[in-house]
């Protein structure tokens, strides 16, 4: 069974820094994406960053590039989110993914900035930027 359990969230002032991780188990991942995602009250759950485990390519929303980094540890299957300069507007639930793409009839199509490409999902940590 897979799990994908996050931590690191919590309380900051705006301009500080936070780092989530989010520990995986119940599989080899290697051939996955690993995803973050973000809820804020009243909105859509939306991408936030990614990270192939394998070779390392990484993915950013343009609302974060610059600001936060996506890692992964290969010894210890995690994957982290450095989250500096943080703002009011990052604050939220934030989600750690696995998968990165699906099965459209005998097609496999790749989606690493989407909900769907996800199959697995931990149970979120919450994010407070205060201003």
């Known amino acids: 069974q897979v799990q994908l359990v996050e931590s690191g969230g919590g309380l900051v002032q705006a301009g500080g820094s936070l780092r989530l991780s989010c520990a995986a188990s119940?599989?080899?991942?290697?051939?996955?994406?690993m995803g973050w995602f973000r809820q804020a009250p009243g909105k859509e759950r939306e991408f936030v960053a990614a990270?192939?485990?394998?070779?390392?390519?990484?993915y950013y929303a343009d609302s974060v590039k610059g600001r936060f980094t996506i890692s992964r540890d290969n010894a210890k299957n995690t994957v982290y989110l450095q989250m500096n300069s943080l703002k009011a507007e990052d604050t939220g639930v934030y989600y750690c993914?696995?998968?990165?793409?699906?099965?459209?009839?005998?097609?496999?199509?790749?989606?690493?900035?989407?909900?769907?490409?996800?199959?697995?999902w931990g149970q979120g940590t919450q994010v407070t930027v205060s201003s």
């Open positions: 993914a696995a998968g990165g793409s699906y099965t459209s009839g005998s097609y496999t199509i790749v989606a690493v900035t989407t909900e769907r490409g996800y199959a697995y």
């Open positions: 119940g599989r080899t991942f290697s051939s996955y994406v």
């Open positions: 990270i192939r485990w394998s070779g390392g390519s990484t």
